[in-house]
Each structure stands twice: as structure tokens, then as C-alpha cells.
């Protein structure tokens, strides 16, 4: 009787796909409030907080951090609602980093 050596499969590990979280301007939302937001909930100092918020402002929108998908959506989900709950329309979306 001959016995067969068993092989063990190799396991194919792969990086989580990265979403980009970003931060869509707005006309009503004010900048400092912004500004606080991304410090708040993206752990950003003051300048790079301001910078990020000066080009949402000037281009649009602003990829603010690249993160796993799940963590990039509770990120834009909380600092979102941050606006919401002051009346403001701020907007943070998600998309596939490619």
C-alpha cells in the first residue's frame, strides 16, 4: 500500500482593498467647522486639518484619508453626522482606491 504525501495548499493572502474617504465641499458648512471635524474624527493637527479643508474648497472635494473599506466608511459616516447634527450639509464619501 503506498501512501500519498499530503500538501497543504498555500494560502493566497491579500491586502484589503483600500477605499479613499472624501470630503466633498459645501457653501453652507462653515470652514472652521470643517476644520474641526477632520481633527476630530481624522485625528488631523490644525494645519493639515486647514490645508485639507482649503482644497475641498477650491478643487470640490478632497481625499482626506485611504483606509480599509469598512473603517473608511464608519470614518465618512461619523464625521458626516458630526454635520448633521449641527444642521450643516458636510458630506464625506467613500470610493475604491484604484
Do not use: S, W
Not at 478632497?62 to 469598512?70: N, P, Q, S, Y
Not at 470614518?75 to 458626516?80: E, R
Amino acid at each position: 500500500m503506498t501512501t500519498i504525501p499530503r500538501v497543504k495548499p498555500e494560502l493566497k493572502v491579500e491586502r484589503p482593498k483600500l477605499h479613499k474617504v472624501l470630503l466633498v465641499n459645501d457653501d453652507f458648512t462653515p470652514r472652521a467647522f470643517v476644520v474641526t471635524v477632520l481633527r476630530a474624527e481624522f485625528r488631523m493637527g490644525d494645519g493639515q486639518a486647514q490645508r485639507v479643508m482649503m482644497t475641498a474648497h477650491q478643487r470640490g472635494v478632497c481625499v482626506v484619508a485611504v483606509l480599509t473599506r469598512e473603517l473608511a466608511e464608519e470614518k465618512a459616516t461619523a464625521a458626516t453626522e458630526m454635520g448633521r447634527k449641527q444642521g450643516y450639509p458636510l458630506l464625506f464619501t467613500t470610493e475604491p482606491e484604484e
